[in-house]
């Protein structure tokens, strides 16, 4: 096989290059692999392989680094990055400089074998769909923060867009961060240095709204005494971040459909048009397609808007994250109130994680600056946490099994475990079979039939999942 179409992996873990090399032979990929950014590069002058896969953190040079010197000698070259990081920078900043895609750690080697496939492939058509990391922008902080599968989605699509002006969607339960989501894409796009501005359009009356976003002309209504410029013109070649946008008047969907179509539109009271380049980038609570089939949202605004969809899941679908989160917020709440960090008990962590979180991470921030407030010691005890958490808890949480073991199974994954079926299965069994047997009081003829079993099935479950001596 030719170099062209061999895959090279750089990792100063010995154990990652093991992993790889064996999953990527596996399928049938020609895989060399290398402890240091310089020993890749040395080869490099050499020969040319089909792609890379690199980590980020290495002792003698870094993956973003080594990412910079192959695209001065190697534009073309396909290269995913690996990073054990959790927050979006990390995954925006490996689309920034460039990377062909990015591969947060521990990872799943199905992925990473698709990912290497891709790669291959898209080295052999020579497609040019990676950004070339010519103008990489200085990253920002935005707070937004997971390790779990569903927010590296929302990393990766934000990473995509960085190049990008094109109009975005974002959808979500209300809290989930939309408009950090919106602030991101800005930060990350050719018009960061240029205005961002927010509005919520379902917390202005609709009298107003109008003038808000468009702005009046002197005398235009009682009131009036100067023109006002408004929300289009104050974004004028940055990004305008419409909140709520599913609670808009048909009007001013009217309004905002001409302006995103034309670039120009009339201030309120005005008869000379105002031409604008804007980004806009919209976020909804509500089901967008339902309003537009009861009538109450224009279709046609609809797919203006719908050009490009990123989902934010709930923080109860990535529990995984409430750690990290918890320990972002706590660290923000000590130094805004210039006070000690707290600590959770690891009880507590526990309870946090499996609550429903109906606030989603707005809730989640409130919460942690009110334990920084109100805990009187450094560690935060399960009696430190507010009371109606414990409310919550009982009526949202006890009947969502399904919830709970999807997390349970995500978390799992995250931790790079692997059968777990063979793990999960029998503990499920033991479970549905000691609730059985205590409704029937031991009866097992009658536990069998609660079950769904055979008796004779019951009894080999019986001896499979306890010794005899402990059989209940």
Same mark, same amino acid.
């Given at each position: 096989?030719?170099?062209?179409?061999?895959?090279?992996?750089?990792?100063?873990?010995?154990?990652?290059?093991?992993?790889?090399?064996?999953?990527?032979?596996?399928?049938?990929?020609?895989?060399?692999?290398?402890?240091?950014?310089?020993?890749?590069?040395?080869?490099?002058?050499?020969?040319?392989?089909?792609?890379?896969?690199?980590?980020?953190?290495?002792?003698?040079?870094?993956?973003?680094?080594?990412?910079?010197?192959?695209?001065?000698?190697?534009?073309?070259?396909?290269?995913?990055?690996?990073?054990?990081?959790?927050?979006?920078?990390?995954?925006?900043?490996?689309?920034?400089?460039?990377?062909?895609?990015?591969?947060?750690?521990?990872?799943?080697?199905?992925?990473?074998?698709?990912?290497?496939?891709?790669?291959?492939?898209?080295?052999?058509?020579?497609?040019?769909?990676?950004?070339?990391?010519?103008?990489?922008?200085?990253?920002?902080?935005?707070?937004?923060?997971?390790?779990?599968?569903?927010?590296?989605?929302?990393? $990766?699509?934000?990473?995509?867009?960085?190049?990008?002006?094109?109009?975005?969607?974002?959808?979500?339960?209300?809290?989930?961060?939309?408009?950090?989501?919106?602030?991101?894409?800005?930060?990350?796009?050719?018009?960061?240095?240029?205005?961002?501005?927010?509005?919520?359009?379902?917390?202005?009356?609709?009298?107003?709204?109008?003038?808000?976003?468009?702005?009046?002309?002197?005398?235009?209504?009682?009131?009036?005494?100067?023109? $006002?410029?408004?929300?289009?013109?104050?974004?004028?070649?940055?990004?305008?971040?419409?909140?709520?946008?599913?609670?808009?008047?048909?009007?001013?969907?009217?309004?905002?459909?001409?302006?995103?179509?034309?670039?120009?539109?009339?201030?309120?009271?005005?008869?000379?048009?105002?031409?604008?380049?804007?980004?806009?980038?919209?976020?909804?609570?509500?089901?967008?397609?339902?309003?537009?089939?009861?009538?109450?949202?224009?279709?046609?605004?609809?797919?203006?808007?719908?050009?490009?969809?990123?989902?934010?899941?709930?923080?109860?679908? $990535?529990?995984?994250?409430?750690?990290?989160?918890?320990?972002?917020?706590?660290?923000?709440?000590?130094?805004?109130?210039?006070?000690?960090?707290?600590?959770?008990?690891?009880?507590?962590?526990?309870?946090?994680?499996?609550?429903?979180?109906?606030?989603?991470?707005?809730?989640?921030?409130?919460?942690?600056?009110?334990?920084?407030?109100?805990?009187?010691?450094?560690?935060?005890?399960?009696?430190?946490?507010?009371?109606?958490?414990?409310?919550?808890?009982?009526?949202?949480?006890?009947?969502?099994?399904?919830?709970?073991?999807?997390?349970?199974?995500?978390?799992?994954?995250?931790?790079?475990?692997?059968?777990?079926?063979?793990?999960?299965?029998?503990?499920?069994?033991?479970?549905?079979?000691?609730?059985?047997?205590?409704?029937?009081?031991?009866?097992?003829?009658?536990?069998?039939?609660?079950?769904?079993?055979?008796?004779?099935?019951?009894? $080999?479950?019986?001896?499979?999942?306890?010794?005899?001596?402990?059989?209940?």
């Amino acid at each position: 096989m030719p170099q062209s179409e061999a895959i090279w992996v750089v990792d100063d873990d010995q154990s990652i290059r093991w992993v790889l090399e064996k999953a990527l032979s596996r399928a049938d990929m020609e895989v060399q692999t290398f402890d240091s950014a310089a020993a890749l590069l040395k080869s490099l002058k050499r020969n040319t392989p089909g792609a890379i896969i690199s980590d980020i953190r290495m002792p003698d040079m870094d993956g973003f680094e080594l990412l910079g010197n192959i695209k001065a000698t190697h534009n073309e070259l396909p290269v995913i990055i690996m990073t054990a990081h959790s927050d979006m920078d990390s995954a925006v900043s490996a689309f920034e400089s460039g990377a062909f895609e990015y591969l947060p750690k521990p990872f799943d080697v199905n992925e990473a074998t698709e990912l290497a496939k891709r790669a291959l492939e898209h080295s052999k058509n020579n497609r040019n769909l990676a950004p070339t990391g010519d103008d990489v922008q200085e990253l920002k902080q935005t707070g937004i923060i997971g390790k779990s599968v569903a927010m590296q989605s929302v990393f $990766r699509a934000i990473g995509r867009l960085s190049k990008s002006s094109i109009s975005v969607l974002i959808t979500g339960e209300s809290g989930t961060g939309k408009e950090l989501v919106a602030a991101a894409l800005h930060e990350h796009s050719p018009r960061s240095d240029k205005p961002f501005i927010a509005i919520n359009t379902a917390a202005i009356p609709k009298d107003l709204l109008e003038s808000e976003l468009f702005g009046h002309e002197k005398g235009a209504f009682t009131g009036a005494h100067a023109l $006002r410029k408004g929300r289009f013109e104050q974004a004028n070649h940055g990004t305008l971040f419409l909140d709520e946008i599913g609670d808009m008047s048909a009007d001013l969907q009217t309004r905002l459909l001409r302006v995103l179509s034309d670039g120009k539109f009339y201030r309120v009271g005005g008869h000379v048009p105002v031409d604008v380049d804007v980004r806009v980038v919209a976020a909804t609570h509500q089901e967008l397609e339902q309003r537009v089939a009861e009538g109450l949202f224009r279709e046609d605004l609809f797919h203006r808007l719908n050009v490009i969809r990123i989902q934010l899941p709930p923080l109860r679908d $990535r529990s995984s994250d409430i750690p990290l989160l918890l320990n972002h917020f706590l660290q923000r709440a000590a130094e805004d109130l210039q006070v000690e960090k707290k600590a959770l008990l690891p009880d507590v962590i526990d309870f946090l994680e499996a609550l429903p979180w109906p606030g989603n991470v707005r809730q989640l921030e409130n919460i942690s600056r009110w334990m920084t407030v109100m805990a009187a010691g450094r560690d935060v005890t399960m009696d430190d946490l507010p009371p109606e958490l414990s409310n919550v808890q009982k009526v949202s949480v006890a009947g969502d099994w399904r919830v709970q073991l999807g997390n349970e199974i995500q978390q799992r994954f995250e931790a790079g475990e692997s059968r777990i079926l063979d793990q999960l299965v029998p503990e499920f069994e033991r479970l549905a079979l000691e609730a059985a047997l205590q409704k029937t009081a031991g009866r097992k003829k009658d536990a069998a039939e609660l079950l769904g079993w055979g008796r004779n099935t019951l009894t $080999r479950k019986l001896k499979e999942i306890y010794p005899p001596s402990v059989q209940p």
